[in-house]
C-alpha cells in the first residue's frame, strides 16, 4: 500500500521536517496501532539524503514518548555478509541490559534458540532456518509483552539477507503482535539481496512513503533556520534549490559548505553552487579532503574503512596516529557536522558502564564518498589492518571476516582459518548463503593443498541452497582434484543429492555411476558398503527427478535389491529408493519395503535423508497404511525442532497429500501452501524445483477442487510443470468446470503417455484413466472409456489400495449398460472403501450410491447412504459433494439438514486444535507455540470457538467438546 503526501506541513521546528507533516502523521498512526495491538509497517523510500532517516528518528522519539520499547538498527554496505547482522542490532541490547529475570521472560518458549542465533559460541549446536526466523520471532513477542515495540531499521536496501528473511517472516504475522516496524531504504540502491529485498518491500503489510523534495520555498525556510541568517536573497535560493533538486541532505551541505566559507548569501555569490550539479556531496566532500592535512586524510580514510560505530582508539591505531592526534583530526575534519560520535554497542566495556567512545560519518553519503576517494591498493591494506584491530578487540569472526572480503589475497593460512571459522558461525545460526560468501573469499586466498578440498565441500555443503548449479560447481571441482574412492564417492553423493532439487543431467548420473564403479573396485569395508548403498539410493533419487537414467532401470533393479540386503542406514536409504520405484509401476511389496526402510530407527532425519523418508512416507500413503499418517505427524513436529525449512517443505508436501487422502481438506490447504511458500523461496533463490513445486501445487489443486475453490485451483495449476504431476488436477478441474468432453479427454490422456513414458503405470500415484474415461464417454467414445475403465481396475487391484479400486469401480458403475449392472458396481465401490482411509472417495461412492438407488426406486436405502454421505462432506468441508448430496435427498423426499452453525461440528480443524489445547489446560501463548502462530490469533480462535459451542470461559470449553 502507497500512502500519497497531503498538504506539506512541518511537525516540528525541526528544518529537516519541513513538509513532512503527512509522514509524521503516518508514523504516528502506525505508533498508534501497535499500542492497540494491532501492528503495522511502514517503509520510507527513496533517493539518498531526502529525509528517510530524519523521519526514522523522528518516530524513535514519538515511540518513546508514548511509552515503546524502541530497538534501532542500521544496516551498512561493509556488514552485508554479517548473518542476523541487522538483527543482532536490534535485540542484542535488549538481551544486554535485560536482568537475569528480565531475560529468562524475554527467552522464554521458542524464544531460547534466539540466545544462539544472537550470541553463538564457537561449539554451538547448527539451528535450522526455520527454528532462527521463529524464535526471533518470539523473542520480538515477549519483548513486546509489558509495552509496544518499535523497530526502526535504517538503510534497509544494505540489510544481510538472513535478517531480511526474518523481516519476510514477521511481515504476515504484524497486524496480530503490538509491534510496528518502520524501515528505511534508497530507491536507488538494492545492495546485494534485490529480490528477497524486493519481497520484503513490496509485502502488503507495509504503508509505503516517498518523501518527495522540498520545494523552493521550504528549501529557502532550510537554509535560513539552518544558516540562521534571517532571510536567504530568493536567486541565492534559487541555485541552491537548482544544484540539490531539493535534497535535504544536499541543502544542508551547501549551508554548511557556506557557513564554513562564511559566503553572503546574496545572488552575486550564487554561482558559488551552480558548478555542484547532482553529485553535489562527493564535491562537497573532495574539496574538504583536500584541505585537510596527511594525518587527516589518514584518519578520514580509516574511519571509512572501519565502517559504523567504530572505535575511536581502533580509527586511530589504522591511521597510524596517537590519541591526541586523533581527537585533533577529528575536529579538522569537522566533528559534529561529518563525524559525530557513535552508539555504544552491547558487549562494549570501557570501565565505566558506557565503552569505547565510537564515532561515525553523519550520513552514509559521506561516508561513501571518502571511502571511494582512497585507492583501492590502500582500502585493501586498511581492511586487512582493520581486520586485525577487530580481532584483537573483539574476536568476531564474522565482523573480522567482513573486512577480509575487502583485503587483497595474500596465501595466509590464518586468513582462511579465520574465513572458515566466520563461516561455520554463519552455519550454526541458520544462515549457510552468508557462510558460502566467506568461503568462497577463502578460496581466493588460497588455502593450504590438504585444505582445498575440505574447503571446497564446505562451499558446497553452504550454497546447496542457494545457488545450486555453484554447488555444482564445487563438487565437480573437488571430484576432480580428489584423491581416493571413499573420498570422490563422498562428493558425488552431494553432486548427486543437489541435483534432486533441480534439473539432474546426465552429467550427475555419469559422476555417480563412476563413484559405484570405483567404490567397486576398493576393499573398503562396512563404511565403503554403505556408502555404495547411498550412492545408488541417491541415483535412483536422481532418476526419480528427470528423464536422465529412467530408461535403464527396470535392468539395474535386481543389482539394487540385492544391494539393499545389507544393513546399515544406507541400505535403508536405497529400500526407500527402491519402494518409491515399485511403488511407480505397481508393485505390491513396495510397502512393505517402505515399512523395513522406516524400520529400527537406523534413518535419522537430516538435510541427506528426508528425500528418502518423505518417499517412504509417500509409499505408505499411495498403500493406505494408517501408520503413515502418525509418522509423519512426529517428523514434521522433528522438522520444527531442527527448523530446516529443507525439511519442512519436503514433509509438509507429503502430509498435505496425506490430509488430502484422509479428507482433511484444511489441514491439506495449511501444509500445502507452507510447502508452496517453501517451494517458491527455493525458486526466488534460482532453484529449479522440477519436483517439490509441481507435487505441492497438485496436492493444493486437488483441495481446492474439492473444496470448491475452482477459480484458486485454476491460479494454483496454471504454469509450468511435468504432465504426470499436474495434469491429472488441470483434467479434474475441467471435469469440475463442464468443459467439452473432448478437451478433458485431450488433456488427460496427454498425461497417461507422459506417466508411461515414465514407467508410471499405478493409478494410486497418477489418476488419468478415470477422468479420461468420464470424458471419452461424454464425447460418445464409450468402448474406450471402458476399456480404460477397466485397465484402471486390474491395475488397482494389482496395488491393492482401496481408493483406485473404488474409483475404478464408480467410474465402472457410470459406463455400465444397465441399471442393476451400474448398482452391483456402486455396492462394491462403498463395500471396498468401507475399510480405506479415503474418506471423500467414500462418500463421493456413497453419494453416487445412493442416486442411484433412489432412481431404481429403493428411497429409505437411499436416504440412509446419501446422510452418511452429507456427514462426511460436511465434516471435510467439502462443499460442491455436500451440494450434490442435498439435491439428491431432497429428490429422495428427505430434508437435508443444514451445514452445523453451532456445536464442536461447526469448528473448523485450526479451531478445533486450539479448543483440545486449550480445553486441556494450555495457555493461549502455549498454544501459539505449539502451533506456529500467534497469541492474538489464537484469541481470535477463541472467540469463535466459545461462539459456536455457546460458551464463555474457558473452563467450558472440555464439557463443550465432548457435546
Not at 509491534?179 to 538494492?190: C, F, G, H, I, Y
Not at 552508539?343 to 553523519?362: I, L, Q, S
Not at 503413515?628 to 497429500?657: C, E, K, N, Q, Y
Not at 481408493?803 to 458403475?813: E, I, K, N, Q
Amino acid at each position: 500500500m502507497s500512502a500519497e503526501p497531503g498538504p506539506p506541513a512541518t511537525p516540528a521546528d525541526d528544518p529537516a521536517l519541513l513538509e513532512r507533516g503527512h509522514e509524521a502523521a503516518v508514523l504516528d498512526g502506525a505508533l498508534a496501532a501497535a499500542a492497540r495491538g494491532e501492528g503495522a509497517a511502514v517503509l520510507l523510500e527513496g533517493v539518498a539524503g531526502i529525509g528517510k532517516s530524519a523521519l526514522l528518528a523522528h518516530a524513535r522519539e514519538r515511540g518513546r514518548a508514548a511509552g515503546a520499547r524502541v530497538l534501532t538498527a542500521r544496516a551498512t554496505e561493509l556488514e552485508t555478509a554479517f548473518a542476523f547482522g541487522v538483527v543482532r542490532q536490534l535485540f542484542e541490547p535488549l538481551l544486554a541490559g535485560a536482568s537475569p529475570e528480565r531475560r529468562a521472560a524475554l527467552l522464554a518458549g521458542p524464544a531460547l534458540t534466539a540466545a544462539a542465533v544472537l550470541e553463538p559460541g564457537p561449539d554451538a549446536a547448527v539451528i535450522g532456518d526455520f527454528a532462527a526466523l521463529n524464535s526471533l520471532l518470539w523473542l520480538a513477542v515477549n519483548a513486546a509483552e509489558d509495552a509496544p515495540l518499535l523497530l526502526a531499521v535504517d538503510d534497509l536496501h544494505w540489510c544481510d539477507p538472513p535478517s531480511l528473511r526474518w523481516l519476510a517472516f514477521l511481515l504476515p504475522r504484524l497486524a496480530e503482535l503490538p509491534v510496528a516496524l518502520v524501515a528505511a531504504a534508497r530507491s536507488d540502491e538494492t545492495g546485494g539481496s534485490g529480490p528477497l529485498l524486493n519481497q520484503v518491500a513490496t509485502d502488503p503489510a507495509f504503508t509505503v512513503l516517498r518523501p518527495r523534495p522540498l520545494g523552493r520555498v521550504a528549501a529557502g525556510r532550510f537554509l535560513a533556520r539552518t544558516l540562521a541568517r534571517g532571510e536567504v536573497d530568493p536567486a541565492f535560493v534559487r541555485a541552491c534549490h537548482d544544484a540539490t533538486a531539493g535534497n535535504p541532505l544536499l541543502l544542508r551541505e551547501l549551508a554548511r559548505a557556506v557557513r564554513e566559507q562564511d559566503l553572503p548569501t546574496d545572488a552575486a555569490h550564487a554561482g558559488y553552487v551552480v558548478d555542484l550539479g547532482p553529485h553535489a556531496v562527493a564535491r562537497l566532500v573532495e574539496r574538504r579532503r583536500n584541505r585537510l592535512g596527511p594525518r587527516a586524510q589518514r584518519f578520514a580514510a580509516a574511519l571509512a574503512v572501519l565502517g559504523d560505530d567504530a572505535p575511536l582508539a581502533d580509527v586511530a591505531a589504522l591511521a597510524g596516529v596517537d590519541p591526541d592526534t586523533a581527537l585533533r583530526c577529528l575536529e579538522e575534519i569537522g566533528h559534529p557536522g561529518t563525524v559525530r560520535d557513535g552508539e555504544v554497542r552491547a558487549g562494549d566495556d570501557g570501565g565505566d558502564g558506557r565503552g569505547p567512545r565510537r564515532v561515525r560519518y553523519v550520513h552514509p553519503l559521506i561516508r561513501a564518498a571518502v571511502y571511494t576517494a582512497v585507492p583501492a591498493a590502500e582500502r585493501a591494506r586498511l581492511h586487512r589492518g582493520a581486520a586485525r584491530l577487530v580481532e584483537a578487540r573483539t574476536g568476531d569472526p564474522a565482523r573480522i571476516a567482513a573486512h577480509l572480503l575487502h583485503a587483497a589475497p595474500t596465501g595466509d593460512p590464518h586468513t582462511v582459518e579465520l574465513l572458515r571459522r566466520a563461516a561455520d558461525r554463519s552455519t550454526a545460526v541458520g544462515a549457510p548463503a552468508e557462510a558460502a560468501v566467506f568461503l568462497h573469499r577463502a578460496l581466493e586466498e588460497p588455502p593450504p593443498a590438504a585444505e582445498r578440498v575440505p574447503l571446497l565441500l564446505q562451499l558446497a555443503e553452504a550454497a546447496i541452497t542457494e545457488d545450486i548449479a555453484g554447488a555444482a560447481g564445487h563438487l565437480r571441482t573437488a571430484l576432480r582434484t580428489a584423491s581416493g574412492p571413499v573420498e570422490r564417492a563422498r562428493i558425488a553423493a552431494l553432486l548427486g543429492e543437489a541435483a534432486t532439487y533441480v534439473q539432474p543431467t546426465g552429467q550427475a548420473m555419469a559422476d555417480l555411476e563412476e563413484a559405484v564403479a570405483a567404490l567397486e573396485r576398493e576393499d573398503g569395508g562396512v563404511p565403503a558398503q554403505d556408502l555404495r548403498c547411498r550412492l545408488a539410493a541417491t541415483m535412483l533419487f536422481t532418476a526419480f527427478a528427470s528423464r536422465a537414467g529412467r530408461g535403464e532401470l527396470p535392468e539395474r533393479m535386481p543389482a539394487l535389491r540385492r544391494l539393499a540386503e545389507r544393513e546399515g542406514p544406507g541400505a535403508r536409504m536405497l529400500d526407500c529408493a527402491i519402494a518409491y520405484q515399485d511403488a511407480m509401476t505397481g508393485r505390491p511389496d513396495a510397502a512393505d519395503r517402505a515399512r523395513r526402510a522406516l524400520s529400527g530407527g537406523l534413518l535419522e532425519t537430516s538435510e541427506h535423508t528426508v528425500t528418502a523418508l518423505a518417499l517412504a512416507l509417500a509409499v505408505l500413503l499411495l498403500a493406505e497404511d494408517p501408520g503413515a499418517m502418525p509418522r509423519l505427524d512426529a517428523l514434521m513436529a522433528d522438522a520444527r525442532r531442527r527448523g530446516s525449512l529443507r525439511i519442512l517443505a519436503s514433509v509438509s508436501t507429503v502430509r498435505a497429500r496425506g490430509r488430502l487422502q484422509a479428507g482433511q481438506l484444511a489441514e491439506a490447504e495449511t501444509d500445502a501452501r507452507e510447502g508452496l511458500d517453501a517451494a517458491r523461496i527455493y525458486e526466488r533463490a534460482g532453484l529449479r524445483t522440477t519436483v517439490l513445486g509441481p507435487v505441492v501445487r497438485a496436492a493444493l489443486g486437488d483441495t481446492l477442487l474439492l473444496r470448491g475453490e475452482l477459480d484458486e485451483a485454476g491460479r494454483v495449476l496454471r504454469g509450468e510443470g511435468p504432465a504426470h504431476l499436474l495434469g491429472g488436477p488441470r483434467a479434474r478441474l475441467r471435469l469440475a468446470r463442464g468443459d467439452a468432453p473432448a478437451l478433458v479427454a485431450r488433456d488427460a490422456l496427454e498425461v497417461g503417455r507422459a506417466a508411461r513414458e515414465l514407467g508410471v503405470l499405478n493409478p494410486a500415484v497418477v489418476q488419468w484413466r478415470v477422468p479420461a474415461a468420464l470424458a471419452l464417454h461424454a464425447d460418445g467414445r464409450t468402448e474406450q472409456a471402458r476399456e480404460l475403465a477397466a485397465e484402471e481396475l486390474e491395475l488397482a487391484r494389482g496395488w491393492g489400495a482401496p481408493a483406485p479400486v473404488g474409483r475404478a469401480l464408480r467410474a465402472l458403475a457410470v459406463l455400465a449398460p444397465e441399471r442393476n449392472g451400474a448398482l452391483e458396481l456402486l455396492r462394491e465401490s462403498v463395500a471396498v472403501l468401507s475399510g480405506s482411509t479415503a474418506r471423500l472417495d467414500r462418500a463421493a461412492a456413497q453419494a453416487d450410491l445412493g442416486t442411484a438407488l433412489q432412481a431404481a426406486g429403493l428411497g429409505a436405502e437411499a436416504r440412509s447412504v446419501l446422510r452418511s454421505a452429507l456427514d462426511t462432506a460436511d465434516r471435510c468441508g467439502a462443499r460442491p459433494l455436500a451440494e450434490r448430496v442435498r439435491a439428491a435427498l431432497r429428490a429422495a423426499g428427505a430434508r437435508p439438514r443444514r451445514s452445523a452453525l453451532s456445536g464442536p461440528e461447526a469448528l473448523t480443524p485450526s479451531e478445533l486444535r486450539v479448543a483440545e489445547l486449550a480445553a486441556a489446560g494450555a495457555t493461549n501463548r502455549v498454544v501459539a507455540q505449539q502451533l506456529f502462530i500467534t497469541p492474538k490469533t489464537v484469541e481470535v480462535h477463541l472467540s469463535r470457538i466459545y461462539r459456536k459451542l455457546g460458551i464463555s470461559a474457558r473452563a467450558q470449553l472440555a464439557d463443550a467438546l465432548r457435546g
